[in-house]
């Protein structure tokens, strides 16, 4: 099952057609799991309202918008950017929007 439009080019930014796979789930919840281990926060993943990705020398960048619910119950957003080479993985960025 194919999970983007189609295989990037080096750098070209695809959308991802099925947010909810394994895999892209796998790299949302990593990206929360990381910013609160380097933040006082404590978010719980929701779901994953829309993706993009691309290839640039053989490391896979993930652009998510997820959203993750607070202590407090409330839900918001967030645009995240992960790195992936082999099974490594990098949190680049995690921000509220």
């Given at each position: ?21 394994r ?58 950017v ?16």
């Amino acid at each position: 099952m194919s999970v983007v439009e189609a295989f990037p080019g080096d750098g070209e930014l695809v959308s991802i057609k099925d947010v909810s796979a394994r895999n892209i789930r796998e790299v949302a919840k990593y990206a929360i799991d990381e910013h609160n281990s380097e933040s006082d926060d404590n978010l719980v993943f929701v779901k994953i309202i829309e993706g993009k990705w691309q290839v640039r020398s053989a490391i896979l960048i993930y652009d998510l918008t997820i959203a993750a619910k607070n202590e407090g119950g409330a839900t918001k957003n967030y645009k995240t950017v992960v790195m992936e080479s082999g099974r490594d993985k990098i949190l680049y960025s995690f921000n509220e929007v």
